[in-house]
C-alpha cells in the first residue's frame, strides 16, 4: 500500500507529509489502539524486556500525539520527543528537504514541542504497553552554561512515566548543544544528572535507565574519551547516531547545501563505524542503541552485527513505508531461529 501512497507524499512539502502521517497515526491509536507487538527473541537490556530489538527513532513523535498508532507496525519500543521543559515552534520554515537520490532527509526542525507539560499528559493516559522511551533536550533560549538544569527538569518530570530516558546532546540545529558532549561542559552535566538520579532512586525507591544520544561527527579519540566518561558515570546506554552535518555523500544534489542534519543512508556507513567504536570501548555491559540509514532488514542486520543491542528507523520509513519495521523483525527472527 504505501508504494501507492509514497509518490502522493511527496507531491507535498515534507514536513506537510510528516505532520498528515501523524493525525492518520493518532487516529488509529484512538480508534484501534496500539495492538500487538511481534516477538523476535525479546531482548533484555537495562532491566527492561524488548518485544523485538527494532524500535522507533525520536523525531517522529515528538509531541508523544500518535505512539499509540505507531506501535500497531511492529515496533520492540518507541520513542517518542525530543521535548523540551518549555514549548517552543522550533526554526523558520521550510525546514524538512527530502534527497530521493540518496534516500536521505536534512531537517533544521530545532527542537519544535508542545513542551514538558503537554507531553506529561499524553504519556500519563497511554495505551501501549510496549517499551517508551523520551528524549530530552534543551530549549533553544537556555545558555550553555545552564543547560544541565533543562536536562535535570526533564529527568525529574518524566522519570516515572518513561521506562527510559534519552539525553540528546546532538541535535546540530539547536546552537551550542554539541558543545556539551566533550570535556569540562560533558562533566558538569553528567554530574548534575547523576545527582538528580540519585535523588529520585531515593525518593521512588527505582531507578529509570539514562541513555546519551551522540552525533556521527565525533573525532574517533573524541568518541572514545566520551564513552569512556559516560560509563563511568553510570550511564546506562548509548544511542549512536545523530543525524550529520557531512554533506560528502550529497555533493551537488538538490538540496544538499540547506543547513541542518542530514539522516538516512549516507549515515549509515559511519554509524556502523561509530556502534563498532562505541562496542570496543565499553565493553558488553553497555547497551548501544544504533540508528541512522537502516532502511533495509539487510542493514537492520548489519547494526546488529556491528554491536548493537538495539536498534532504531526513522528515514528509513519515509522512503520504505511502516512495513520495514515488521520486515526487519522478520529478517532477525529467521536470522535467530
Not at 285 to 302: C, F, K, M, R, W
Amino acid at each position: 500500500m504505501y508504494s501507492a501512497l509514497r509518490p502522493l507524499l511527496f507531491r507535498l512539502d515534507p514536513e506537510t507529509a510528516h505532520d498528515l502521517t501523524l493525525s492518520a497515526m493518532h487516529w488509529i491509536g484512538r480508534v484501534a489502539g496500539p495492538g500487538t507487538v511481534p516477538d523476535a527473541h525479546p531482548v533484555e537490556r537495562m532491566g527492561l524486556t524488548f518485544a523485538n530489538p527494532v524500535g522507533l527513532a525520536a523525531g517522529l513523535d515528538k509531541d508523544a500525539t500518535a505512539f499509540d498508532g505507531l506501535a500497531r507496525f511492529g515496533f520492540g519500543f518507541i520513542e517518542v520527543g525530543t521535548v523540551t521543559p518549555r514549548a517552543q515552534p522550533g526554526n523558520d520554515k521550510p525546514r524538512m528537504f527530502r534527497l530521493p537520490q540518496s534516500r536521505a532527509v536534512i531537517n533544521r526542525m530545532g527542537f519544535n514541542n508542545h513542551g514538558l507539560d503537554a507531553l506529561i499528559r499524553r504519556v500519563d493516559g497511554r495505551r501501549y504497553s510496549g517499551v517508551l522511551g523520551i528524549n530530552l533536550g534543551k530549549n533553544k533560549d537556555t545558555p550553555a552554561d545552564r543547560a544541565s538544569d533543562d536536562y535535570v527538569a526533564g529527568l525529574n518530570a518524566v522519570h516515572q512515566l518513561a521506562d527510559y530516558i534519552t539525553v540528546n546532546l546532538s541535535s546540530p540545529n539547536t546552537p551550542g548543544l554539541r558543545d556539551l558532549q566533550l570535556g569540562e561542559a560533558l562533566d558538569h552535566l553528567l554530574s548534575d544528572l547523576s545527582a538528580a538520579r540519585a535523588a529520585l532512586a531515593d525518593r521512588f525507591g527505582a531507578r529509570t535507565p539514562v541513555l546519551v544520544k551522540l552525533a556521527p561527527d565525533l573525532a574517533d579519540q573524541d568518541l572514545d574519551e566520551m564513552a569512556t566518561r559516560l560509563v563511568e558515570a553510570g550511564i546506562d546506554g548509548i544511542i549512536a547516531t545523530n543525524t550529520t552535518l557531512s554533506r560528502d555523500a550529497v555533493t551537488g544534489q538538490p538540496y544538499a547545501n540547506e543547513a541542518g542534519g542530514l539522516s538516512g543512508q549516507p549515515v549509515c556507513a559511519r554509524a556502523n563505524q561509530v556502534m563498532q567504536r562505541l562496542r570496543a570501548t565499553v565493553g558488553a555491559e553497555t547497551t548501544l542503541v544504533g540508528v541512522g540509514g537502516i532502511d533495509s532488514p539487510a542493514l537492520a542486520l548489519q547494526r546488529l552485527a556491528s554491536g548493537a543491542d538495539l536498534i532504531q528507523l526513522y528515514t528509513g520509513l519515509v522512503y520504505e513505508g511502516p512495513g520495514l519495521a515488521r520486515r526487519c523483525v522478520k529478517a532477525i527472527r529467521d536470522q535467530r531461529g
